[in-house]
Each structure stands twice: as structure tokens, then as C-alpha cells.
């Protein structure tokens, strides 16, 4: 059974930080793409940054480049979303979502985190 478990949400600052984390398990993830998606009040989920597991190559939303950096530990199945200089508008529920196929959707999600930056 493949569970993905986001941790690290919280209440910061404009111009703050925070480290999103995702711990992955139930199958290897061997070639697979990881995502952080990012849903805000009243908005649909988008994705925000994109991991291949085994390649390392990384992709990230106009809006978060250079702010946020996604990575991935193999040893601890754990996939994280550095986010520094936070914005008001990154407030959100952020999930970790996983696909094998960059043709299909994403297969398989976790319960989210709420991320919210005061001004």
C-alpha cells in the first residue's frame, strides 16, 4: 500500500521559511515523479515543483523559482520542499503527489499540509 505523509506546514512570516517534508513508502519509487502542489483558498491545486526520482531533474512554477527547492533523500524515501522567502500568496494546503507516467495524471497523494505566511 503506497502512503505518502507530508509534514512541516505551519504558520510563518513574510519573508520567512519553512521545509516541507513527504515520506514515501509501500513500493519502490524507482523513475517515478514526485510533485508538491499547492491549493489555496478558493483556488484549484497547481503544481508548484517536480522531482524524477532517479534523475534528480527538477521543475518549478514561474512563481516559486529561485525561492523553492525541491530535493530528495533515496536513504530515507523522503522527498522535501525547501521554501525560503515566503510570500502571502504561497498560503496553502500543500500535498506530495506521486505518478509513474509523465503521460498520466497523478496516481497517488498525501493528506496535505497547511502552509499559511502572514503579512
Known amino acids: 500500500q503506497v502512503r505518502l505523509v507530508e509534514s512541516g506546514g505551519g504558520l510563518v512570516q513574510a519573508g520567512g521559511s519553512l521545509r516541507l517534508s513527504c515520506a514515501a513508502s509501500?513500493?519502490?519509487?524507482?523513475?517515478?515523479?514526485m510533485g508538491w502542489f499547492r491549493q489555496a483558498p478558493g483556488k484549484e491545486r497547481d503544481v508548484v515543483a517536480s522531482i524524477n526520482w532517479s534523475s534528480g531533474i527538477t521543475d518549478y512554477t514561474a512563481s516559486v523559482r529561485g525561492r523553492f527547492t525541491i530535493s530528495r533523500d533515496n536513504a530515507l524515501n523522503t522527498v522535501y520542499l525547501q521554501m525560503n522567502s515566503l510570500k502571502p500568496e504561497d498560503t496553502g494546503i500543500y500535498f506530495c503527489?506521486?505518478?509513474?507516467?509523465?503521460?498520466?495524471?497523478?496516481?497517488?497523494w498525501g493528506q496535505g499540509t497547511q502552509v499559511t505566511v502572514s503579512s
Open positions: 503527489a506521486a505518478r509513474q507516467y509523465a503521460s498520466r495524471p497523478y496516481e497517488y
Open positions: 509501500g513500493r519502490t519509487f524507482s523513475g517515478y515523479a
